[in-house]
């Protein structure tokens, strides 16, 4: 090993150099294999086993048995490497592998859930993250069990955290299922088991410290996956060197083909529909801004659910528990949202240039146009409809591929991108191991969220208040084990897709204990009344309508469908917080005195980190 | 809390830091919000507002919130003595 004077943490810089200078080599030396002739197969495999190594190495290099470390990794996070790891934390298998697809199939109204995701960072660095950091809690309920104070508030928080978590996580062991089943050709259900053992080695045996240090070596490993096909694109298009500033040109170019090809307004026949199932052809246009209420409304309230979702989603806002003071806690959250944009700012223009590479006839690899015949001869099309990720169906018995007849599943925009602008097997490898960093670093946060809530909130405070450290921490592993394999179980079913999933967590989340941690700090007057019912009457208003709607077959109330549940929830809980509250008592001296001090920066937290 | 100065300069922050959340709010509503409401009119022959400001412009706008704001609650908490110690 490499000698680190004065400790692992001052020398973050050198060490994680090192890390992608190594990673950057492996790369190289796995184009030089493949040149040489080794299989894609094999060169799948070596990037996946590489990869995955290397974080359950930092994970066991990470194990620890102080509850301090456990919980908030010694809270010596500094802001820029928090920043990295949220971002890892954050970007899961729907950013990585769903986002661009959803773009390219579903055009601009798609296009509220980038402004949604980033603009919710505003909100948890103003309202919510440096407060609760000077708080000091290990968890979310934490903070809502101490400020509003009684088993019952910690107990509301606990089970909403764990259901909108428990939603994601599936989506995300989902997502390491399908990226290992495709560059490891091996079956969906071994590829989740493969996935969550993984995620597990990760965070058993140090909890949040060996999190963080993994996410951030998860980070350099998605970033780099995700840019460098999008600048090999942009160049090899001929639009220019950085495809950020290159793209408005070609988004152009599309607008114009979008037209000639008759996008809008050539719908697939019904029985093409129908032999595709939930694959989709192209409906509606990259820049379709459109001019009625009913779109903007319905864009309005996405980007509001995805905001008030973030700002309310445990394994996020715990992440700021782990930074040395309040003011490295908001200068973190603008390292978080600077590395998130680094991917959220080029998956427009990986939309546009795959859509490019794909409808323009002046270009070699475009496919809408051409013979059918022509078209199912090509490698790429031959396997990915082997897996069931696209369809070629010709619909008026013509021969010629149009827009209405080709359909596919949003996710390969990102996946066989490499292989339909015809780039080497390498760059398919990379991509595949930046899929499995981006679903596994998810993961991993949501799995320790759960648990730890678990452990800490309701075995310790509720359960146990005499539980010495160690039974604490192995209580946590336990759980951390049984959540994984239960997770990876229901994955295996495939009940929902990726994106469906998350959005369910966000609204899930913001329906339950939005209102509740906001309010906690803003306004002194809410108090345990007001807060349990904010939260049972939010999440639960919030769920009987997802069910109504998504399973009931109710008709959806102006365009508030299953993705924006949080529509309804939200208001409920703050109308419900607000009587409440006012109905009841005013919270008692101590309380409003323990929300003056997490106001300012100054002084010790509340809790300490024996609590 | 008495009727002392500790009492009036923890207040003064507290207004300052309201206020200052509230001009974040209002610039975090006008890009993830208002913005968006009118894209199909930013939208020119000559260029894809709306893809540009959904894609890439409020997105910039925020970091540069975020970081603006941090700054900013940092020079309050200093100007009233309620920054953290440097200890590490």
């Known amino acids: 090993m490499i000698k680190l004077e004065g400790g692992f943490v001052k020398n973050l810089g050198k060490v994680y150099s090192i890390y992608t200078l190594g990673f950057l080599g492996f790369v190289i030396l796995m184009a030089i294999l493949e040149w040489s002739g080794v299989s894609n197969t094999m060169i799948g495999w070596l990037f996946v086993a590489f990869t995955v190594l290397i974080y359950a190495l930092i994970g066991v290099l990470s194990r620890t048995m102080d509850t301090g470390q456990y919980y908030v990794a010694g809270r010596e996070v500094p802001a820029v490497y928090n920043g990295m790891a949220t971002a890892a934390d954050w970007m899961s298998g729907a950013s990585f592998i769903a986002m661009a697809g959803g773009i390219y199939l579903k055009g601009y109204p798609y296009m509220a859930f980038l402004v949604g995701w980033t603009g919710g960072y505003v909100l948890v660095a103003s309202l919510i993250a440096p407060y609760l950091r000077k708080f000091g809690c290990y968890t979310v309920p934490d903070f809502i069990g101490t400020r509003y104070g009684g088993n019952l508030a910690r107990f509301c928080a606990v089970f909403i955290l764990v259901i909108a978590s428990f939603t994601y996580v599936t989506a995300q062991i989902n997502g390491t299922g399908t990226v290992a089943s495709r560059a490891l050709q091996i079956p969906f259900e071994v590829g989740v088991w493969i996935g969550l053992s993984g995620i597990l080695f990760c965070s058993m045996l140090g909890g949040m410290r060996a999190v963080t240090w993994t996410q951030v070596a998860q980070y350099i490993v998605l970033i780099v996956a995700y840019l460098i096909p999008v600048f090999w694109m942009s160049n090899k298009l001929g639009y220019g060197l950085i495809p950020h500033l290159a793209q408005f040109d070609a988004v152009a170019r599309v607008q114009e083909l979008e037209a000639a090809l008759g996008v809008k307004q050539l719908m697939p026949t019904a029985e093409a529909q129908a032999a595709a199932g939930k694959l989709s052809s192209l409906k509606v246009g990259i820049n379709d801004a459109s001019s009625s209420a009913m779109a903007k409304w319905k864009f309005f309230t996405l980007v509001l659910c995805m905001m008030a979702g973030t700002a309310s989603l445990p394994h996020v806002i715990m992440r700021y528990f782990t930074t040395s003071s309040v003011k490295a806690a908001r200068q973190s959250v603008g390292f978080s949202l600077l590395f998130i944009c680094l991917l959220y700012l080029t998956a427009p223009a990986l939309a546009t240039f795959t859509k490019l590479s794909l409808l323009d006839p002046n270009v070699a690899t475009s496919i809408i146009g051409k013979s059918i015949a022509s078209v199912n001869n090509l490698e790429w099309i031959q396997q990915w409809s082997n897996v069931g990720f696209l369809k070629v169906i010709d619909g008026n018995n013509d021969g010629i591929l149009q827009i209405n007849e080709f359909f596919m599943r949003g996710d390969i925009v990102v996946l066989a991108t490499p292989e339909m602008a015809g780039l080497p097997y390498v760059i398919s490898g990379l991509v595949a191991a930046g899929g499995l960093a981006a679903a596994m670093s998810t993961a991993d946060g949501l799995l320790l969220a759960i648990a730890n809530a678990l452990s800490h909130d309701l075995y310790y405070k509720i359960i146990d208040p005499k539980a010495n450290t160690k039974t604490r921490l192995i209580v946590a592993r336990i759980l951390l084990l049984i959540i994984g394999i239960a997770g990876a179980f229901v994955a295996s079913l495939k009940l929902t897709s990726i994106l469906g999933a998350v959005a369910w967590a966000f609204c899930f989340a913001n329906s339950g204990l939005f209102f509740p941690l906001i309010l906690g700090v803003w306004w002194k007057r809410a108090n345990r009344a007001g807060a349990i019912a904010g939260m049972i009457g939010g999440f639960g208003s919030g769920a009987l309508y997802l069910y109504m709607v998504q399973f009931a077959g109710m008709e959806p109330w102006i365009g508030i469908d299953g993705l924006r549940f949080g529509m309804i929830g939200m208001p409920v809980s703050l109308i419900l917080m607000v009587v409440v509250s006012l109905m009841t008592e005013e919270p008692d001296k101590a309380t409003q005195d323990m929300v003056d001090q997490i106001r300012v920066a100054k002084g010790k937290p509340l809790l300490d980190n024996e609590h | ?88």
């Open chain 2, 1 to 88: 809390m008495g009727g002392n100065t500790m009492s009036n300069k923890y207040d003064g922050h507290w207004k300052r830091t309201k206020s200052l959340t509230t001009i974040t709010l209002v610039i975090w509503a006008f890009f993830g919000f208002a913005v968006h409401w009118f894209g199909d009119l930013l939208n020119s022959s000559s260029f894809p507002g709306a893809y540009y400001m959904a894609g890439q412009g409020s997105q910039i706008a925020f970091a540069l919130l975020v970081f603006w704001f941090a700054s900013r609650q940092n020079k309050i908490d200093e100007e009233f003595g309620f920054q953290e110690d440097e200890e590490k």
